[in-house]
């Protein structure tokens, strides 16, 4: 499973970025989807996840300003991050289950991309 992510940039305090991750090359099907994210110094840490039929958990810390939302067509999972502060600066990586024969099999990682905010 090959994991993509694009949409990351530079914003200032208060703005919008939407993060966007396909899968691809995978030989079985798509699970769980989500996005962590790490900041410098500190360890990776989970921002929302989504799952196969849509029912969503997220971080404490980014309730009511982040949304995540998957297109199971496309195997594309998305980050709606609105309200954007200093502190959401990370790397922001994507992750895959893969599932087959009703278990899970493995899980898959992106190469990251960068979310910095400007204050």
């Known amino acids: 499973v090959q994991l993509a992510e694009s949409g990351g940039g530079l914003v200032q305090t208060g703005g919008s970025l939407r993060l966007s991750c396909v899968a691809t090359?995978?030989?079985?099907?798509?699970?769980?989807m989500g996005w962590y994210r790490q900041a410098p110094g500190k360890l990776r840490e989970s921002v929302a996840i989504?799952?196969?039929?849509?029912?969503?958990t997220y971080a404490d810390s980014v309730k009511g300003r982040f949304t995540i939302s998957r297109d199971n067509a496309k195997n594309t999972v998305y980050l709606q991050m609105n309200s954007l502060r200093p502190e959401d600066t990370a790397v922001y990586y994507c992750?895959?289950?893969?599932?087959?024969?009703?278990?899970?099999?493995?899980?898959?990682w992106g190469q990251g991309t960068q979310v910095t905010v400007s204050s």
């Open positions: 992750n895959a289950d893969e599932i087959g024969g009703g278990r899970w099999l493995d899980d898959y």
């Open positions: 090359a995978f030989t079985h099907s798509i699970g769980d």
């Open positions: 989504i799952t196969t039929n849509g029912r969503t």
